[in-house]
């Protein structure tokens, strides 16, 4: 037996969940929240939860920072994203928050159990690729470095300094990270490292 919490706000989409899931996967129990608040304290008070799955949109914050806070609180709760319209850049916080899923409302019941079967089984299911997350991690420790100076506040010519290497070594390599990131500036890669906490 396993246990989802489903957070989602609207009330008849919540128990349609529920009651067709059920049916689907008779060794699943789901108990239901309806936004942050109320998720928080059924994990407070149900020790065993196997996966928060919630919608991104909620009346009182979104899908993502409740995870974040799951993360946080109850760590050995699995989490993950199941929305209307996931995006790249979505699934790209929820790969940095640690989610096993970023899952679309438009599977039907049957898809959605056998997501739901894989992720129970230690596993992770992206309907979108998370791309970009992806290209920062490729990223060689050199640049890593060099956007964690950048982030410090440092010019290219105290990075060039610090590391040893011309400026314009610097700038080339600005230019292979701005190509992996999809960025156009130093102040948006920056912003994006910062952002999905990858520095």
Not at 15 to 22: C, D, Q, V, W, Y
Not at 117 to 122: E, T, V
Not at 168 to 197: C, P
Request: charged share 25%; net charge negative.
């Amino acid at each position: 037996m396993y246990t989802l919490l489903f957070v989602d706000d609207h009330p008849l989409y919540r128990e349609g969940m529920r009651r067709a899931l059920t049916d689907a996967m008779p060794e699943l129990r789901i108990v239901l929240a309806s936004g942050t608040v109320s998720a928080l304290e059924v994990l407070a008070a149900e020790p065993d939860i196997d996966l928060c799955l919630s919608d991104f949109q909620l009346p009182d914050g979104d899908g993502l920072m409740l995870l974040g806070h799951v993360a946080r609180q109850h760590p050995t709760v699995a989490r993950g994203l199941l929305c209307g319209a996931p995006d790249p850049a979505m699934a790209r916080q929820a790969t940095v928050l640690g989610c096993v899923a970023c899952l679309s409302k438009d599977r039907d019941i049957a898809s959605l159990g056998e997501a739901l079967r894989k992720l129970f089984d230690g596993g992770s299911v992206y309907d979108v690729e998370p791309a970009a997350v992806m290209a920062v991690v490729a990223l060689s420790d050199k640049r890593k470095e060099i956007l964690r100076l950048a982030a410090k506040g440092l010019s290219n010519k105290e990075i060039s300094a610090l590391l040893g290497i011309s400026e314009r070594t610097v700038k080339d390599h600005w230019s292979y990270i701005f190509e992996q990131m999809g960025v156009s500036n130093r102040t948006e890669a920056v912003s994006q490292a910062l952002r999905e906490r990858l520095l």
